[in-house]
């Protein structure tokens, strides 16, 4: 005879393991004419941005446009130049069980640069990076919590878990015309542009997310085409989104992530050589996971007080949203180029945030490298570039419990600044602001079945009462289990408050 073991659906989030696919950039360029000769090459920076990323039938196509930026120093007059070259790339990504609520998250991630000068105007340019896909959808879990029969005693336990009851995904845009501001030259050409989003507060309605936050633009930019004299600029741009997530409200625990599509920067001096206004468009991505807490009694044991019971047991997986993170951390280093002298500084920015965390001890830990990046003059006027990577590291208390736990996080510089110490040293100091979500996903094998033969009935005691010695903590439930009985009923006849014997010694086990 089969006994039917209820089970009760709830809606997951399934997450494919992150595919990964490297594009080459392999370039021999050689100057236009309108760029000086090179002397001798400062640095160099790939670029890539995605155009449109779609998910058609079972697979994600994604395309875009690797931009390889490289600044010179300008042979005759000894300024800062700038040579681009921007070439088109597109991937595909195989999905396993796509559906219209299948999401897909596009990163991509530079691995490698080399650039050398052939000549004074060749350039000799190797390196790759890596587009990166998150993808999840949503699916169905089953989950055991109870079994028909007058004769079935179940153990349960009480189990919570995070049931995905939202998932969405809308891109949005960020258009606007800066100034930068009166008493200040007009900008000639964009050397450098660095645009960042930072997440501010949040508010869930039902089905929408009000998301707020913060985007920041930093521009280096020349004012004297024959002096190469620069000037920097950084603006602050509120923005809110009205995001549309089924499924999402007030009592949800969400995880919000807002990528970096593209961001265009052009200036109106290109019309008006005395317009100090810059353009910028900018095209973002927001990614919303919405999960609502319940506790499900999941069956652990069972057996029949009327037959011998044959019990299957498959692994059954709860994930569970621990908490939100949210830290900041400081990072300083002093930075002394090679030329010797510096006098002034045009340009300092992050340019690289790398993570690895690690969970134990019920503790959060970040470490990871940023990269600083310098332009600036030495004594005798002339430019220079330098570079450093710095450690960081972090942490948080996690719950207890926590185990082996899963975070999901992303890394911002939230305010970077410097001052010349000395001849010979910049001390640059950055803010780190590292936020996402903790996840737990814990597999235990649960009961899914169970068989009995009629014909094999459990041998049982003729007496209405059975005395058993036992020991100090020995589990009722083992107890009933072992003569065909109940736990409550043992908990009743002995007058026990706990499902455990208190001390050593003698008990009733009614039959």
Request: proline share 5%; aromatic share 6%.
């Amino acid at each position: 005879m089969e006994y039917v073991v209820r089970t009760e659906e709830r809606a997951v989030c399934l997450r494919q393991p992150d595919m990964v696919e490297e594009q080459p950039v392999d370039l021999d360029i050689t100057l236009p004419d309108y760029c000086p000769d090179v002397q001798r090459i400062l640095k160099c920076r790939l670029c890539p941005a995605i155009t449109s990323r779609s998910i058609t039938g079972d697979r994600l196509d994604v395309e875009g446009r690797a931009v390889v930026k490289v600044y010179y120093l300008d042979a005759r007059r000894k300024s800062v130049r700038l040579c681009e070259h921007s070439s088109p790339f597109s991937c595909s990504f195989p999905l396993k069980g796509a559906s219209p609520d299948t999401v897909a998250r596009v990163r991509l991630r530079q691995e490698y640069l080399n650039c050398r000068a052939l000549g004074p105007r060749r350039l000799d340019i190797h390196g790759a990076f890596s587009v990166i896909a998150s993808v999840c959808s949503k699916g169905i879990g089953q989950y055991p919590v109870g079994m028909d029969g007058a004769d079935i005693r179940l153990k349960t336990r009480n189990t919570s878990l995070s049931c995905l009851s939202g998932l969405g995904q809308q891109p949005f845009s960020v258009s606007e015309v800066l100034d930068v501001g009166k008493g200040k030259p007009s900008p000639v050409t964009i050397l450098r542009s660095d645009f960042r989003f930072l997440p501010g507060e949040h508010r869930a309605i039902e089905d929408k997310l009000m998301l707020r936050g913060e985007a920041v633009l930093s521009v280096l930019y020349t004012t004297d085409p024959e002096t190469g004299g620069t000037d920097h600029m950084t603006f602050h741009i509120p923005v809110s989104q009205v995001i549309d997530a089924g499924g999402i409200g007030e009592d949800t625990q969400n995880d919000i992530r807002v990528d970096i599509l593209y961001y265009d920067v052009s200036l109106k001096s290109e019309y008006d050589e005395n317009s100090t206004l810059i353009t910028l468009d900018a095209r973002l991505c927001a990614t919303v996971e919405a999960y609502a807490k319940e506790e499900l009694p999941l069956i652990e044991d069972a057996y029949s007080t009327e037959y011998d019971l044959q019990l299957s047991r498959s692994p059954v997986t709860v994930e569970q949203l621990l908490c939100q993170a949210d830290m900041t951390c400081s990072v300083k280093e002093d930075m002394a180029p090679a030329e010797g002298t510096v006098t002034s500084v045009a340009d300092l920015w992050c340019e690289t945030l790398s993570m690895i965390t690690s969970c134990e001890n019920n503790r959060l830990t970040v470490r990871g490298k940023a990269v600083f990046c310098l332009f600036g003059e030495g004594a005798q006027g002339e430019p220079f570039y330098t570079e450093k990577a710095v450690d960081l590291e972090t942490g948080m208390a996690l719950p207890e419990g926590s185990g082996e736990a899963a975070p999901h996080l992303q890394a911002e510089v939230v305010g970077i600044q410097y001052v010349i110490s000395g001849e010979k040293s910049v001390s640059v100091k950055a803010d780190v602001q590292i936020c996402g979500t903790i996840f737990r996903q814990v597999t235990e094998p649960m009961i899914t079945a169970a068989l009995s033969s009629e014909d094999r009935k459990r041998e049982k005691d003729e007496a209405a009462l059975t005395l058993y010695y036992a020991e100090a903590g020995e589990s009722l439930w083992d107890i009933a289990r072992r003569y065909g009985t109940s736990a409550e009923s043992i908990m009743q006849a002995n007058e026990f408050t706990e499902p455990c014997t208190p001390s050593r010694g003698m008990i009733f086990v009614p039959m």
